[in-house]
């Protein structure tokens, strides 16, 4: 697991794009993979993605776009469906096939099953190139709650109430945000050649200690990226701060290598 510090999450979304790029750059007419995650940690990096479209011409046209996860019981159409999500911060501004952002299907009427295809899917479309993660403050990734198994596949999951309440800001109301969802699981999730996790603010601190330094353990899901051959973590300074034993706190690095890759 490589960690690499920025001094702001503006920062850290560049370090993520730069691995995007790099992504992109490695394909040589092949599709590339791309695993998206949701939420806020990426915002700054899907920006920073779009912006490149428009004013570098980077071209998404190789890649399809897979997400880790959507919520269960939401209208159709709901803006805080996943699908809507990544339609609105990225993939509506980038030359990507529309065709080709795929999402587990929260509305079917058959969870388990719509779990099901999309783990075949997955498996059909060979390993996701990069993954980006956010991490929950309780050490989630995708909606992997703590306790999730470690051989865990795409399934309908039930959220902690520590994350409903993390995510009632993108809702209004803790009773509007859904008790389910279908997600990825760990091995989903890990079983992409390269992982990048971005973290920001204070709030992550304390998840970002526990998967970094602690031991690996499904009671905290994002340490199973211990064992990852390929994870860098983004943080920023805030995120970073509650480290000991792998970076001291405070510490920036130097800037990213060529196609983002830190080795
Ligand atoms: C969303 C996802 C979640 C989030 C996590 C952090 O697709 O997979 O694991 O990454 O809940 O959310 P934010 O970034 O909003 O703090």
């Given at each position: 697991?490589?960690?690499?510090?920025?001094?702001?999450?503006?920062?850290?979304?560049?370090?993520?794009?730069?691995?995007?790029?790099?992504?992109?750059?490695?394909?040589?007419?092949?599709?590339?993979?791309?695993?998206l995650?949701?939420?806020?940690?990426?915002?700054?990096?899907?920006?920073?993605?779009?912006?490149?479209?428009?004013?570098?011409?980077?071209?998404?046209?190789?890649?399809r776009a897979f997400l880790?996860?959507?919520?269960?019981?939401?209208?159709?159409?709901?803006?805080?469906?996943?699908r809507?999500?990544i339609r609105?911060?990225?993939t509506?501004?980038?030359?990507i096939d529309p065709g080709e952002v795929h999402a587990?299907?929260?509305?079917?009427?058959?969870?388990?099953?719509?779990?099901?295809?999309?783990?075949?899917?997955?498996?059909?479309?060979?390993?996701?190139?990069?993954?980006?993660?956010?991490?929950?403050?309780?050490?989630?990734?995708?909606?992997?709650?703590?306790?999730?198994?470690?051989?865990?596949?795409?399934?309908?999951?039930?959220?902690?109430?520590?994350?409903?309440?993390?995510?009632?800001?993108?809702?209004?109301?803790?009773?509007?945000?859904?008790?389910?969802?279908?997600?990825?699981?760990?091995?989903?999730?890990?079983?992409?050649?390269?992982?990048?996790?971005?973290?920001?603010?204070?709030?992550?601190?304390?998840?970002?200690?526990?998967?970094?330094?602690?031991?690996?353990?499904?009671?905290?899901?994002?340490?199973?990226?211990?064992?990852?051959?390929?994870?860098?973590?983004?943080?920023?300074?805030?995120?970073?701060?509650?480290?000991?034993?792998?970076?001291?706190?405070?510490?920036?690095?130097?800037?990213?290598?060529?196609?983002?890759?830190?080795?």
């Amino acid at each position: 697991m490589d960690v690499v510090v920025r001094p702001d999450p503006a920062a850290c979304g560049r370090a993520v794009a730069d691995a995007v790029a790099g992504a992109l750059a490695a394909a040589a007419g092949r599709p590339v993979n791309l695993g998206l995650a949701t939420g806020s940690s990426p915002v700054p990096a899907y920006a920073e993605l779009v912006r490149r479209r428009r004013d570098e011409g980077l071209s998404f046209r190789a890649a399809r776009a897979f997400l880790l996860d959507e919520y269960l019981g939401l209208p159709a159409g709901h803006p805080e469906s996943y699908r809507r999500v990544i339609r609105r911060e990225l993939t509506d501004h980038l030359d990507i096939d529309p065709g080709e952002v795929h999402a587990p299907d929260g509305a079917r009427a058959h969870p388990a099953a719509a779990a099901a295809d999309y783990e075949r899917l997955l498996a059909a479309a060979g390993p996701i190139d990069v993954q980006v993660l956010g991490i929950g403050t309780n050490g989630h990734i995708g909606f992997n709650e703590p306790g999730s198994p470690r051989d865990s596949g795409t399934r309908v999951a039930t959220l902690t109430e520590r994350t409903r309440l993390d995510n009632a800001r993108f809702f209004g109301r803790l009773d509007d945000v859904p008790r389910h969802v279908l997600t990825q699981g760990l091995r989903t999730i890990t079983a992409a050649r390269r992982v990048v996790l971005v973290a920001t603010g204070p709030g992550k601190r304390a998840a970002v200690a526990a998967a970094v330094d602690g031991p690996v353990t499904t009671a905290v899901p994002a340490s199973v990226l211990q064992e990852h051959p390929h994870c860098t973590l983004v943080l920023d300074r805030d995120a970073a701060a509650g480290l000991t034993r792998t970076v001291p706190a405070g510490v920036v690095s130097g800037p990213s290598r060529a196609g983002g890759d830190y080795r």
